[in-house]
Each structure stands twice: as structure tokens, then as C-alpha cells.
């Protein structure tokens, strides 16, 4: 995609900051937001896209996805897929994301750096990414995927898809840590608490220790990267955060205590309330044992609950959506659940400057001058009709670092 100069004109503009929404116009140009206000200037050979009755805002940020679970059922992926399909699956779903509004995409396992820079050159289309690599995770915990009777290699030998990297103790876990930034991880994933897919843990139980969680840490960190921790429990929160994690996954049993700690210590909170329960609304789309059912059921519970409790307690809230194979059709109810929580302003909020402040990219995620073209125009008002988000035939134009991916209607 090229640079264009772009005029969005007439329409109502939702900043993503949270200010209050006015009839106006965005320019774009040199790849970034030149001007935003009740009347923009209309440089010659400017492309100019009639915004009347839509709605113009920052491009959509989702700061928990895996796009290489292409199958629900991630845990048998590697036995039934190869990796030339798994990479084509991965390639569709990016594209899908892009087409809805999203123009920035934490991978927080699955995607290697290959797909960052077919992304990044343009090979593929799609939003963005800051990826992991693979995800850490200790023997028995929600990354080994073994029933109790496989005795085989726990390490997942994949190169992308959904892979975990298994290692237990300080030594293992130092050396864990420094091959995925060898890989090309702009952060580490761990796994620090017990999960609903994995078959052998349970969800109220911490895993790892303070001291390996620790230097998990400590090793990102003298790298210049930062610890995003799967944790569910507030033990598991608790202990994350103490250990320096930057990031909570899913947090769906937070308590006030523990919200209080994350907000002293400026660690925020990616809730992926959708994933859970929209899974538990919809068991029979899957075939899981009984008991992974019940964790399902167990965590849905807690996740809309999560997010109030972090609101309250001033932690820093983003929006992940963590969707696994055909489930990515529910990204529009990360939104419209969380709006039932805080609001339709608040979620819209969530999913632009909140997510970019959590990712350290200031330059994203709202119409401010000086950030990058990043500018999605939904049919609509989304501050009135949250649903609109994330939904295809909502969207009207995208345009992704100062060019229009898509525009319907191009004038």
C-alpha cells in the first residue's frame, strides 16, 4: 500500500481518547494524521471520502490474539495440520482482522517473526504485530498439552501455529527467555497460572515460582522487553506482579486486594472476556471433556466481574479477544460484553489509546495529530450501537499506515 493524501470529511469523530465526539473531518497524509477538526484543509490530489452519518476513528487494537490457533482444539493442531496449512489458515485470518478495523495485533503466541515481516513488507495483508514467539510455560502447566497418560516430549516442535516452549527451573527458563528474543519476540508470554484448555491444571493453582517468574523477567528485561503473564487466579496475578510482569492475560478471578497491588505497581490488566463467555454460552460447538468444560464455565463466570473490579481500582484496562479457530467470528462481543461493563465510550476507549499506551505505542490509537494514519469509518455511531465494531459490513474504509486498504463507495 502507498502513501495517499486523504481527506475524511463530514463525519462524526470518536478520537479514541475518550473526548467528546464532534461533526468533523481528519487529514491524512505522509503517512500520518495531519489535521483533525470541524473543517480539515484539501490539498490537491487529495482522496476524499464522504464520512456523512459514519463514524471516523482510530484503527482497532487487539492486544491478545493467537492467529496461529486455527482450530479450537489447539492442542491436536500439530498432529492434524501441517505447517504449510496452519501458515495459510494464519495468512486468512490476519487478512479477516485487517477487514474489520484492526490495524494493530499483539500475538501473544503462535505467530514467529516470519509473519512480522510479511506483514510489516506487505507480503500479506493485515494489521500489524508485536509478537512473542512461543509461549513459556513449566511441565504440567497451560502450555504442556499432554493427557495424563502421554508419556511423549512435552516440546512442541513447531515453528508457528500455536507452540509453547516447555522448560522448568532457573537455568532452563534463562535460557527459554533468550532463545525467543534469539527468534525475533518483541515481548515473553508465560504461563503463570493454570488455563481452561489445558488438560492436566487447574484454574486456581499459580504456576511457576516467584523465583522463576522472576527471572523470566529480569532476563526480558536486560534484553529491553517485558513479561505479559497468563493468569487467572489472584495468586497467580499477585505473584506475576510481584515478579515485575508488565501485563495481566485474562485476570478473571481478580480480587480488589490484588487490583489495588497491579494498579501501585503499574501493571495492567488485557481482559479477554468474550473467549470464555461466549464458549460457555455455546457448548455445543465443542466436544471437550467434562472437566474442561467446567473450567470453561468456572472462568466465564469471573470475567466481566474482572474488569469492573480493575476499573474501580484505576489499573490500566486494554481489550484482547484471544478467539481460537472459528470463534474469531465472535470479535464483535469482546466489545459489546465489556460495553455492558463500563460502556460503549469506555470499550472503544479499551480497544485504541488504552491498548496502545499498554503496547508503548503512543502513536496509535487515536486521532491526534502527529500519530500514524491508522483511521477506521464505521456506518453508524458506535458510541450508540457498540456492535458496530469489529463487524465487516460495518466498516466503510480502512486505511493503515496513510493508505486506504479498503474504501467502499471511494469518491
Given at each position: 500500500?502507498?502513501?495517499?493524501?486523504?481527506v475524511?470529511?463530514g463525519?462524526l469523530?470518536?478520537d479514541?481518547n475518550?473526548?467528546e465526539p464532534f461533526?468533523?473531518?481528519?487529514l491524512?497524509?505522509d503517512?500520518?494524521i495531519?489535521?483533525?477538526g470541524?473543517r480539515?484543509?484539501?490539498p490537491?490530489g487529495?482522496?476524499v471520502?464522504?464520512?456523512?452519518?459514519?463514524?471516523?476513528?482510530?484503527g482497532?487494537i487487539?492486544?491478545?490474539?493467537h492467529?496461529?490457533?486455527?482450530?479450537?482444539d489447539?492442542g491436536n493442531?500439530?498432529?492434524?495440520?501441517?505447517?504449510s496449512?496452519v501458515?495459510?489458515e494464519?495468512?486468512g485470518?490476519?487478512?479477516?482482522m485487517l477487514d474489520?478495523g484492526y490495524t494493530l495485533?499483539?500475538?501473544?503466541?503462535g505467530?514467529?517473526w516470519?509473519?512480522?515481516?510479511?506483514l510489516?513488507?506487505?507480503?500479506i495483508?493485515?494489521?500489524?504485530?508485536?509478537?512473542s514467539g512461543?509461549?513459556i510455560?513449566?511441565t504440567?502447566?497451560?502450555?504442556?498439552?499432554?493427557?495424563r497418560a502421554d508419556h511423549s516430549d512435552p516440546?512442541d516442535?513447531?515453528?508457528f501455529?500455536?507452540?509453547?516452549?516447555?522448560a522448568?527451573?532457573?537455568?532452563?527458563?534463562r535460557r527459554a527467555v533468550?532463545e525467543?528474543i534469539?527468534?525475533?519476540?518483541?515481548?515473553?508470554?508465560?504461563?503463570?497460572?493454570?488455563?481452561?484448555a489445558?488438560?492436566?491444571d487447574?484454574l486456581e493453582?499459580?504456576q511457576y515460582?516467584?523465583e522463576?517468574?522472576t527471572?523470566?523477567?529480569?532476563?526480558?528485561?536486560?534484553?529491553?522487553?517485558?513479561v505479559?503473564?497468563?493468569?487467572l487466579?489472584?495468586?497467580a496475578i499477585?505473584q506475576a506482579v510481584?515478579a515485575?510482569?508488565?501485563t495481566?492475560?485474562?485476570g478473571n478471578f481478580?480480587?480488589?486486594?490484588?487490583a489495588r497491588?497491579m494498579a501501585d505497581?503499574g501493571?495492567?490488566?488485557?481482559?479477554t472476556?468474550?473467549?470464555y463467555?461466549?464458549?460457555?454460552?455455546?457448548?455445543?460447538k465443542y466436544?471437550?471433556p467434562?472437566?474442561v468444560v467446567?473450567?470453561?464455565?468456572?472462568?466465564?463466570?469471573?470475567?466481566?466481574?474482572?474488569?469492573?473490579?480493575a476499573?474501580r481500582h484505576?489499573?490500566?484496562?486494554g481489550?484482547?479477544s484471544d478467539?481460537?479457530?472459528d470463534?474469531?467470528?465472535?470479535?464483535p462481543?469482546?466489545?459489546e460484553?465489556?460495553?455492558?461493563?463500563v460502556?460503549n465510550?469506555?470499550?472503544?476507549?479499551?480497544?485504541?489509546?488504552a491498548n496502545?499506551?499498554?503496547?508503548g505505542?503512543?502513536?496509535?490509537?487515536r486521532?491526534?495529530v502527529?500519530?500514524?494514519g491508522?483511521?477506521?469509518v464505521?456506518?453508524?455511531?458506535?458510541l450508540?450501537?457498540i456492535s458496530l465494531?469489529a463487524r465487516?459490513e460495518?466498516v466503510r474504509?480502512?486505511v493503515?499506515?496513510?493508505?486506504l486498504w479498503r474504501?467502499?463507495?471511494?469518491?
Open positions: 500500500m502507498s502513501q495517499e493524501i486523504i475524511l470529511e463525519g469523530v470518536v479514541g475518550g473526548g461533526a468533523g473531518s481528519v491524512i497524509a503517512g500520518l495531519q489535521e483533525v470541524d480539515v484543509s484539501h490537491e487529495a482522496v471520502v464522504d464520512c456523512t452519518g459514519q463514524a471516523i476513528l482510530p482497532l487487539d492486544a491478545h490474539v492467529v496461529g490457533a486455527t482450530m479450537v489447539f493442531q500439530s498432529r492434524v495440520k501441517p505447517s496449512l501458515a495459510l494464519m495468512a485470518r490476519l487478512r479477516h474489520v495485533i499483539r500475538d501473544c503466541g505467530a514467529d516470519g509473519f512480522k515481516v510479511a510489516d513488507e506487505g507480503v495483508p493485515g494489521p500489524d504485530a508485536i509478537i512461543r509461549i510455560s513449566q504440567g502447566g497451560h502450555g504442556d498439552m499432554r493427557a516440546r516442535h513447531h515453528e501455529g500455536m507452540v509453547f516452549s516447555i522448568d527451573g532457573t537455568s532452563e527458563l533468550r525467543e534469539r527468534r525475533g519476540a518483541d515481548f515473553i508470554k508465560v504461563m503463570a497460572s493454570g488455563g481452561a489445558s488438560p492436566t487447574r493453582c499459580a515460582s516467584l522463576e517468574l527471572v523470566i523477567v529480569d532476563e526480558a528485561t536486560r534484553n529491553g522487553l517485558y505479559a503473564a497468563h493468569a487466579p489472584s495468586v499477585a510481584e515485575g510482569a508488565r495481566i492475560e485474562h481478580l480480587d480488589e486486594p490484588t497491588l505497581r501493571a495492567a490488566l488485557v481482559p472476556v468474550a473467549t463467555v461466549m464458549a460457555a454460552r455455546h457448548p455445543e466436544s471437550d467434562p472437566e467446567a473450567k470453561i464455565g468456572h472462568a466465564a463466570e469471573g470475567a466481566m466481574a474482572a474488569v469492573e473490579v476499573y484505576g489499573v490500566a484496562v481489550s484482547g478467539l481460537l479457530g470463534e474469531i467470528a465472535w470479535l462481543h469482546e466489545h460484553l465489556r460495553a455492558e461493563v460502556g465510550g469506555a470499550a472503544i476507549v479499551a480497544a485504541t489509546s496502545a499506551d499498554i503496547l505505542r503512543p502513536d496509535l490509537g486521532l491526534n502527529g500519530c500514524r491508522d483511521v477506521l464505521v456506518r453508524g455511531n458506535p450508540e450501537k465494531l465487516r460495518a474504509a480502512i493503515k499506515r496513510g493508505a474504501c467502499e463507495e471511494r469518491e
